[in-house]
Structure formats: structure tokens, C-alpha cells
T-cell receptor
């Protein structure tokens, strides 16, 4: 079961690019990496998912190095509304516990 | 498409009582997952149901139980409520077994359970 480690918190300013890194040293061959965003009193919202290299969608990019032991969520030109907790989740059929266990998340605060 | 819906949005119970929380997954999703999120804390995995069967459970006592119905909706029951059960209970669904990795979870906005 891949355990994830993220920074507890990050601050940024509006219009800047934000990169949040997640470490998952014991990721298994079949595991995927998924990122979620959560606002207070709401359920987490899926942002992006990847297996290797780079994935981009309309809201974010996900960079995964060749060894896959970490991943970086990149949010371009953040706004105040991007203030939220961001979670990375590593999951795949190789996990013996087969539990979808979230890490502690990163509180991103975007300042004006 | 309609998202994951949970009911009720808020529930207030007294210690020792039972609580029943309900979840309707996105149409076509067969897997349902339950999480507990205490105030200011992360998501703790509770239960996973797929095709009507319990596939796995987290590190919670047996008074936390549930089931999945033939229409894939699900119910979480918490017996003998304790004060520390106060939390946001989140339900998520996925198209197929999310443990395969490439089927992300889609969450509802939860039921806020308060135990007094």
C-alpha cells in the first residue's frame, strides 16, 4: 500500500503557478496517481490522474518522473478560488489492503 | 449527469442512538466507498462496496456497518453512537473497481453527523 507524503501547507499569490509535490516511494507497478481538491464542508473533487510522464487537462498538469516515486501537481495562474486542500492518492490492484487511503493533504492558500 | 447524492445533509443524534446515512452513486457506477472526515482532519477510509458485497473495510469498530442495494445505492449505519463519531461522512462512487487505479472516485458533499 503506497503511503503518500505532502507538504502540510503552501501559500501563493494570485496569478502565480503553484507546484505541489507528493512523495510515494513504494509505489507499485500497477498504481495510478490521482489528485483531488477539497473545499470546506464539501467532498473532494477529482482534478487529474496519471501513470507516467506528463498529463495535462483544462485545469492542471501532472508531472511524474521516470522512477514514479513522486509526482507534482501544477496549477497555472492560481486565483483566490483555488484556496483549498489538495490530496494525492496512489492506488492500484497491487495494494494488498486494497484500501483507498488518502494522505493528510496540502492546504493551499492563495493570497491577493 | 447527476453526481453522487447523500442524505440527509445534516443529522443530529444523541449518544447511544443509531444513525443511518444514505448514498446514491452516479448512474452506471457500481462501486461505493464511505469515508469519515472529522473536523479539520483528513479522510479516513471506512467501507468499500462493489456489486452488492463488502470488499474491504477500514480500521473502524463493527458498530460501523453498511450495505449496498441492487440499484447500487448504499447505506451506512452507525450503532451505539459516541461523541467522537461526530464528523462529515462522505460517500464516493466509481465506474469500476477504483482499486484498479484508473477509475477516479467521485464524491458527494457528505452528511454532517453531530452526536450530542
Amino acid at each position: 500500500l503506497a503511503k503518500t507524503t505532502q507538504p502540510v501547507s503552501m501559500d501563493s499569490y494570485e496569478g502565480q503557478e503553484v507546484n505541489i509535490t507528493c512523495s510515494h516511494n513504494n509505489i507499485a507497478t500497477n498504481d495510478y496517481i490521482t489528485w483531488y481538491q477539497q473545499f470546506p464542508s464539501q467532498g473532494p473533487r477529482f482534478i487529474i490522474q496519471g501513470y507516467k510522464t506528463k498529463v495535462t487537462n483544462e485545469v492542471a498538469s501532472l508531472f511524474i518522473p521516470a522512477d514514479r516515486k513522486s509526482s507534482t501537481l501544477s496549477l497555472p495562474r492560481v486565483s483566490l478560488s483555488d484556496t483549498a486542500v489538495y490530496y494525492c492518492l496512489v492506488v492500484g490492484s497491487s495494494g494488498s489492503a486494497r484500501q483507498l487511503t488518502f494522505g493528510s493533504g496540502t492546504q493551499l492558500t492563495v493570497l491577493p | 449527469e447527476a453526481g453522487v447524492t447523500q442524505s440527509p445533509t445534516h443529522l443530529i443524534k444523541t449518544r447511544g442512538q443509531q444513525a443511518t446515512l444514505r448514498c446514491s452513486p452516479i448512474s452506471g457506477h457500481t462501486s461505493v466507498y464511505w469515508y469519515q472526515q472529522a473536523l479539520g482532519l483528513g479522510l479516513q477510509f471506512l467501507l468499500w462496496y462493489d456489486e452488492g458485497e463488502e470488499r474491504n473495510r477500514g480500521n473502524f469498530p463493527p458498530r460501523f456497518s453498511g450495505r449496498q442495494f441492487p440499484n447500487y445505492s448504499s447505506e451506512l449505519n452507525v450503532n451505539a453512537l459516541e461523541l467522537e463519531d461526530s464528523a462529515l461522512y462522505l460517500c464516493a462512487s466509481s465506474l469500476v473497481d477504483a482499486v484498479q487505479g484508473n477509475s477516479p472516485l467521485h464524491f458527494g458533499n457528505g452528511t454532517r453527523l453531530t452526536v450530542t
